[in-house]
């Protein structure tokens, strides 16, 4: 009973801070845009943010085994709402400058390179306390709460700009934050023995290439992402349409994830992962180039949802080879490689995106995007069958819950 008590709450400060934060992929670069008045600044904080992320594996390769409980969870959210108050407060206060969005986009990369996998790996492990196959489930129901997030967040956020609460939005996902943290204080600590020796990411990896290519094609992904959500906010305010297109594929994409998480446990275990986690992200990038070429709120939000789907299940590939292949440290390790390849993926995208769109324009950097993406995932199909026979030939050498109590 106090496993999934535990289990719904983490659950439910996840979905709630993650639901904010649609809000903010609407609201921030508008209000950078109308503070600064430059293209190039809308991407500083999250590309700001990919730093401490990308740099993680070094610096935090003790400190992500110390977030692991409820309370020490909700320290590092406290500060993470600290630093994603400092821009609303300074918009309001008409100091808004790059130099501050940088600095607020590292705090925030501290924190999401130690809550993210945090949270994730107490999920797990309580998932584990609650019931065999339990983490599996638990995982897929967190990124279940995160796709409706991003199906009816951006139709909110986009409401609130329309009725001039464009700040507001960012101060909402301050308060969510602290609000997550909170309701994670119950669970309790998960501490591995101090005999037992801390993994690095890369020797996680040892014997696991079919991990390694699904990591790439989903870091690719993950660096061409602003294409979608910068370029479709640029969009829209240059159309002046502020945020109507950006809500389009959002909601799109959330509508397509909700169906892909509904059908990707059953097409996970009938499709070979890898071969599923490069088609996913190689037809994502078909659907940025369907973007690029008829940029309509129509079009986008088909091609929101059909790369929402595939993406879904090429996450769901990766996650439940995780899951099933390893636990204790080596498990959260893995968890916090994958978010170190997303967050790192997605602002390394994020710092370069606002200068190649105002170099390149929205619509021929989501095409361009959209090349790299498939042509990347093509180069992995060809890799795939290889690596999944090495994998099978480790994994059968070898325990596959290591560190498990008997």
Known sequence: MRARNEALALLAGGGTADLALRFTQVALPLVILHETGSVAATGLVAGASGVPVLLSPWWARKARQWVDSGPRLAVVAVVTALALASVPAAAALGILTPELLVVSGLLLGCGDALSTPGRSALLADTGDRWGEGKAVVLLTWQDGLRRVGMMVGPVIGAFAVSTGLTNGLLWVEAVAVVAAGLLACTVKAERA?????????????????????????????????????????????????????????????????????????????????????????????????????????????????????????????????????????????????????????SSAGMLAGGPIIAAAGAEHTLIGAGLLTTLVALTILVKARPAQRETADHLRDRDPHPGRAV
């Open 193 to 345: 023995p101090e005999r037992v020796a801390m993994p690095s990411i890369r020797g996680s990896l040892k014997g696991r290439p079919d991990v390694l290519y699904g990591w790439i094609a989903r870091g690719t992904g993950c660096v061409t992402w602003f294409a979608f959500t910068l370029g479709l906010s640029v969009i829209g305010a240059q159309r002046g349409e502020p945020g109507v297109y950006v809500a389009a594929g959002m909601t799109g994409y959330g509508v397509g994830s909700i169906i892909g998480t509904a059908i990707s446990l059953a097409v996970v275990r009938r499709v070979p992962p890898v071969r599923l986690a490069a088609f996913a992200w190689g037809f994502m990038g078909v659907c940025w180039i369907g973007m690029g070429l008829w940029t309509t709120p129509p079009v986008i939000a088909l091609m929101g949802a059909l790369a929402g789907i595939a993406v879904v299940l090429g996450i769901s590939a990766i996650s439940v080879l995780i899951t099933r292949s390893s636990a204790g440290a080596e498990r959260r390790t893995l968890l916090s490689g994958q978010t170190v390849v997303v967050n790192a993926g």
